[in-house]
């Protein structure tokens, strides 16, 4: 049996065995990465399994809030507003 347990910065995978594994901090962005890949032919399943364990882990975590502060930026970097869309 494994269980993933939050400590500090990073995730620790914990086993039947009481052995803990680090595992990198899952972002927004691996979610995004995640969706692009779908475009891709053949798709990176990696990236996607990254993708779903990042929708795995996110408990709490308002998803609407985080991609739209990643697309303001990204409107913000451009020198546009979001009316100019």
């Given at each position: ?32 990465t ?26 709490g975590v ?24």
């Amino acid at each position: 049996m494994v269980r993933l347990e939050k400590q500090g910065d990073s995730f620790v995978m914990i086993t039947s065995g009481g052995q803990k594994q680090n595992l990198p901090q899952q972002s927004i962005n691996d979610l995004i990465t995640a969706i692009s890949e779908l475009q891709k032919n053949p798709p990176d399943k990696t990236k996607i399994q990254d993708g779903i364990l990042y929708l795995d882990t996110s408990m709490g975590v308002d998803l609407r809030k985080e991609i739209k502060c990643i697309l303001q930026k990204a409107v913000d970097n451009k020198g546009m507003t979001v009316t100019d869309l």
